[in-house]
Nanobody, 122 residues
Framework: QSQLVESGGGLVQPGGSLRLSCAASGFTLDYYAITWFRQAPGKEREGVSCISHSGGSTNYADSVKGRFTISRDNAKNTVYLQMNSLKPEDTAIYYC???????????????WGQGTQVTVSS
């Protein structure tokens, strides 16, 4: 069964850090761009960051630029999202998704993970 599995979420104080992981099983990520999305209660799902299949290109939402870093290790079939200087407004369920490019529309993605909760609170 082909799937993505996120891990690394949790409760952290404002200013703290977390590293999320997105591991693929049943297929190789080598040909896929990976996007991290997040969805806060009562809000639409939004794109946070995307990395190309080779890792040579990345992009970030303005709200996380300078604080979040996306990376990938294709040998481990895993993509990471390092989140620093976390703010309460970063609280959301974080999802990773795979597609042949970094697309805006969620319907263009082939695989989705189940999500991992990130809560930033004192």
């Amino acid at each position: 069964q082909s799937q993505l599995v996120e891990s690394g979420g949790g409760l952290v104080q404002p200013g703290g850090s977390l590293r999320l992981s997105c591991a693929a099983s049943g297929f190789t990520l080598d040909y896929y761009a990976i996007t991290w999305f997040r969805q806060a209660p009562g809000k639409e799902r939004e794109g946070v960051s995307c990395i190309s299949h080779s890792g040579g290109s990345t992009n970030y939402a303005d709200s996380v630029k300078g604080r979040f870093t996306i990376s990938r290790d294709n040998a481990k079939n895993t993509v990471y999202l390092q989140m620093n200087s976390l703010k309460p407004e970063d609280t959301a369920i974080y999802y990773c998704a795979a597609a042949l490019g970094c697309y805006y529309y969620t319907g263009d993605y082939d695989y989705w993970g189940q999500g991992t909760q990130v809560t930033v609170s004192s």
